[in-house]
């Protein structure tokens, strides 16, 4: 018998592929479709498939959710239109928590430096009151501080501290941000 090509081999269970399949279904008949105002219904869809959900979340119907049953999201979150939540190891934000439209979290890369080139994931955590702005992507394993902001395209491979803004790429520390309440 040949040895199995390694690059053909699932990085994820057949479960996670089955589930992912039907999410996909529900995604593109139910979730997408629906009415823009329509937040309560794109919830109950992201809960039936294990999402754990606050109340008040605003999540968009051309947001795009890899897993759902890895995602949590406290109170008041909102995820835009075009914001891909990539998560294979798990993404958690925090309450009132923004990721504007066509922000990236990617929560999965490649081990380049293993002939068989697996997939490493690595869990994605967004504080409480932080934004990630338009078109910035979260690399896999980055965790962003309460209320900070990754600005306008920027991409955070490392972890953002509390309150601060960051810009650029990689994203470095532009400068702290006003706390908009008492801590």
Not at 104 to 122: E, K, Q
């Amino acid at each position: 018998m040949p040895a199995t090509d390694p690059y053909l081999v699932p990085s994820t269970s057949l479960r996670s592929r089955a589930g992912r399949a039907l999410w996909s279904v529900v995604w593109l008949m139910l979730f997408r479709t629906s009415p823009r105002p329509a937040f309560a219904w794109r919830a109950a869809l992201l809960r039936l498939f294990g999402a754990q959900l606050g109340p008040n979340c605003h999540i968009y119907p051309a947001a795009r959710v890899w897993a759902p049953w890895l995602l949590v999201c406290e109170d008041a979150v909102c995820i835009a239109d075009e914001a891909v939540v990539y998560n294979p190891a798990g993404v958690h934000l925090g309450s009132h928590c923004v990721i504007s439209q066509q922000a990236y979290l990617c929560g999965a890369g490649h081990d380049v430096d293993d002939p068989a080139f697996p997939m490493v994931s690595r869990h994605i955590e967004v504080g409480a009151y932080a934004w990630v702005a338009a078109r910035a992507t979260v690399c896999p394993g980055v965790q962003l501080g309460e209320g900070a902001v990754l600005a306008l395209g920027a991409v955070a491979t490392r972890a953002l501290q509390p309150w601060g803004v960051y810009a650029g790429v990689p994203a470095r520390w532009h400068r702290q941000r006003k706390r908009p309440h008492a801590s």
